[in-house]
């Protein structure tokens, strides 16, 4: 029976990240994945995504130039091939890069799956014959066990995923081609993205969200302005409706909506896309066996938030095995990543603070938020200030000419800022302010004794500041 200071199982953003700040630390560590190293980020979802929309990015860019500025360019055509290659290329690049990282700090990658045998014991069950005897290992964790195993796309009843004409977030970026219609079902930032992506690319697209806002977590006013900048670009966004059935033709599928005023919507698309949220992967790990369990959603809740450990002394959970005030994010499963290795090693380690964590969409207008929303603040019991200030204020957002806001939510009276949240081009580069700005409580005041540099779209969020903390210059 091998050991180790530290057991990871799973090879994702929350896994890796563990595993690689446990073995700087000097802790011994087997990290066991099934499948390849990155997840779901690296291979089906961050990276490939956003690869994609950059290039979508660029065919706007072709009309914005035709378009407003003179340029007289044509689209020819997108040469799919090239496209998918330049974007296999990057997550190769990428996937070569942290196996790489892994392999030098030390840590062992067993390809297997894995399942609890107790609270420090795992068996391996191997997939690849070269990694363990027999095809079979058993693994004790001195320390303790990570589960990092992180989730898969959600589906709805009736639909069933065949990978062409209906598709999930995993395999839509896999699918054969461009379609020329996308019925995409779920508002949320996955859904989002892949309507504004097809709409780039020349489909025609509608977009389903059953709550009464897209983006409904977000702030009102960033759904407001996402939805605006959406129905601009020629997406049929329709929320308030619910899914009723769909059926898959020779040529795509034809679905059926009931919208928000009680009619029934038929609705054909070459394409329909489910993205109505992710769910938890524990099958095949037998918690059962280590004492632990599922809660009803399917989630492994931590007894201990401040470590992220289990009922289970030694056990602790990252990624997207985590409910709710976890995010499902990356970059939320690195700082878990961090804390839980720190923790490990005996460490201290501050807890990780959702409520600073940012939240990015990266479509077209993209949106940025970090804290709490309006509604929610006061829901909270805060007495809030909100300031407003559009892009177009501004002189950089001018010459974008795309719209969009910065928003501030802050206890009245001068009180901390509880919340920011921008919509527009490119604000997923500048929301690392504003993060700061949250994380640190600080208050309109200190962000506005500092200089923006003009003429900048970040020039927006400094001018919010100066109006709230009663300097404003630009803003009436």
């Known amino acids: 029976m091998d050991t180790a200071d530290v057991i990871v199982i799973g090879g994702g953003t929350g896994g890796y990240s563990t595993a690689l700040r446990a073995a700087a630390l000097g802790l ?10 990155g997840g779901t980020c690296l291979h089906r979802g961050c990276i490939p995504s956003k690869a994609m929309l950059h290039a979508a990015e660029l065919v706007d860019g072709i009309a914005e130039a035709r378009e407003r500025w003179g340029v007289k360019a044509t689209l020819d055509t997108v040469d799919w091939p090239a496209l998918v290659a330049t974007r296999d290329d990057i997550v190769t690049r990428n996937h070569r890069g942290v196996e790489a990282h892994l392999a030098h700090a030390g840590v062992r990658v067993v ?59 995993d395999d839509a970026l896999f ?44 702030d009102a006013d960033v759904s407001r302005h996402l939805t605006r900048g959406l129905k601009k670009r020629g997406v049929e966004v329709r929320a308030g409706a619910r899914f009723l059935d769909a059926e898959v033709l020779d040529d795509g599928v034809r679905a059926r909506v009931r919208t928000a005023r009680g009619e029934t919507l038929e609705v054909e698309a070459e394409r329909l896309l489910v ?35 289990t009922a289970v002394p030694g056990i602790h959970v990252v990624g997207d095995l985590l409910p709710p005030p976890s995010l ?15 923790t490990l090693a005996g460490l201290p380690s501050a807890p990780v603070d959702y409520a600073a964590v940012p939240r990015v969409t990266y479509s077209s207008p993209q949106t940025a938020s970090v804290g709490l929303g309006e509604a929610e603040a006061r829901a909270r019991g ?71 540099p003009h003429p900048t779209l970040s020039e927006a969020v400094g001018e919010a500041f100066l109006t709230l903390a009663g300097r404003g210059l630009h803003q009436q």
Not at 152 to 169: A, F, I, K, N, Y
Not at 424 to 442: K, N
Request: charged share 20%.
């Open 275 to 309: 993205a109505v949220g992710r769910a938890p992967v524990t099958e095949g790990l037998d918690l059962g066996a280590a004492g632990l369990s599922t809660d009803a959603r399917g989630f492994v809740v931590p007894a201990d938030w401040a470590r992220l450990e």
């Open 28 to 37: 011994e560590v087997v990290l066991v994945e099934r499948d390849k190293i």
């Open 175 to 218: 699918a054969p081609g461009l379609p020329e219609s996308v019925l995409v079902l779920g508002g949320g930032a996955i859904g989002v993205e892949y309507a504004s992506f097809h709409r780039s690319m020349g489909a025609e697209v509608t977009l389903v969200e059953a709550a009464d806002r897209i983006v409904p977590l977000e």
């Open 382 to 452: 805060h007495e809030v200030a909100v300031n407003v200030m559009p892009l177009t204020a501004v002189a950089k957002g001018m010459v974008h000419g795309r719209g969009g806001m910065v928003k501030v939510v802050a206890e009245a009276g001068g009180g901390r800022v509880l919340g920011v949240h921008l919509v527009g081009p490119q604000v997923s580069e500048m929301v690392a302010e504003s993060q700061l700005i949250v994380g640190w409580d600080a208050e309109p005041a200190d962000v506005a004794r500092h200089v923006h």
């Open 111 to 169: 390809r297997a799956s894995a399942r609890l045998t107790g609270p420090r014991t795992v068996r391996v069950e191997d997939v690849r014959a070269d990694q363990v005897d027999d095809g079979v290992h058993a693994l004790t964790a001195r320390r303790g066990i990570v589960l990092a195993t992180g989730s898969r796309p959600r589906t709805l009843p009736g639909l069933v995923p065949d990978g062409r004409r209906v598709v999930t977030s």
């Open 328 to 342: 499902g994010l990356a970059h939320a499963s690195f700082a878990e990543g961090l804390l839980v290795a720190e």
